[in-house]
């Protein structure tokens, strides 16, 4: 059935602003969670716009995107300075005055009393809106957001900061949003790994036609190609519901082999939760990577459930000092090989009291690589308390920060399979040394 377009009631789009996410000084990640979000509602996203600091550029972007939704929602430009556009763009669009907004004003001279500071005269003018605006409250920092119509469109406008945006948007625009009567989307994630994303499209077939509904599509990120299913339509819910479990059937049998999760969350998170439903808990040991198999375990709220630690092993003299890597181990097979690979995940295994210990080592590059163990050579191990050690060699294609990350992606990839009980035939760019 193909899905009908929806009407500007439906719509909505997200436009976020800032030269530094132009160049790429910054990530915009506020899009991904207002567009989750606003679907959860069944609201259509259209369109992420992003837009410099740029007074023509930022009007034309509004204008534009309000004549095609009835829903807006603007983020960043509600600064103190120069370069924050956002209340002068509303103001020309609607042909209208900034006026300024008196408990607006005070509630920013509360924020840096409380801060035991003094207000910077600058600051007053984030108490301006256009005079048929509305001032959105920011309990959280010192731009107020802005509310404002123009025709059949509402526009949202919320400070760029995720700290203060996200609350914002939960207590001032969630409740004033409603799904579209009749209207409803379901959508479910299916994650896999060991398949290219060309394999994997190759194999769901007609299943990713654009005509159809539920639309199937990929998406590929470290590693990972998630399939994503989206129903939208007006039938009943059971229909519909058994019509997205009827194609995630499908998924599941093309693919099978290759899905690790049928959820939205991250790799980490998944590893995490896993341990943690079975009460087990794992040590890291690295040393190629530097951290940053920790860093991605560690940025995973809760982790401190699972996850116990870890060393940074980098010299030969760590290795051996830390987690008893015999001297003798390295001078005969080197730090990049088997053998000191798995006496690091033992090491970490024994002192650190776990269930499970990865460890990693390798060459990084852009320096360092040989004949016979050119960059990108890594060597993992997974030690656990009830299995045989897991020790295996892949060769990272890329640069030094890309063969570091995926190297991190690929240790938890082994432990994944492991926690789930699978065959280890299909994980990444394994070869034989």
Partial sequence: MPQASPSAAERAAVISIGD????GQSLDTNSKWLSERLTSIGLTVIEHATV??????LVRAIRRLADACDTVILTGGLGP?????TRDALAQLLNEPLVEDSASLAAIERWFTRSSRVMPERNRVQALRPASGTHLPNPNGTAPGIRVSRGSATLHC????????????????RPRLTSPAGRLIRT???QSAGLGESEVAQRLGGLMDRHRNPLVGTTASGGIVTVRIRDESADPVNVVDERVEHTVREVRRVIGDAIIAENDRPLPANVIERLRQRGQRLAVVESCTGGTLGQMLTAIAGSSDAFVGGWITYSNDMKTSSVGVPLELLAAHGAVSAEVAQAMSKGGLDLSGADHALAITGVAGPGGGSNEKPVGTVWISLAS???????????????????????????LLMLDQRLRAVGPARLLRQTTP
């Fill in 158 to 173: 919320l400070p760029g900061p995720p700290s203060e945006m996200r609350p914002m948007f939960e207590d001032h625009v």
């Fill in 20 to 23: 530094e996410l132009i160049i």
């Fill in 52 to 57: 410099p600091d740029d007074l023509d550029l």
């Fill in 81 to 85: 300075t120069a370069d924050d556009l």
């Fill in 188 to 190: 479910r994630v299916v």
């Fill in 385 to 411: 308390r009830d299995q045989p050690p897991d020790v295996r060699c892949f060769r990272i294609p890329g640069e030094r920060e890309a063969v570091r990350i995926w190297s991190a992606i690929t240790a």
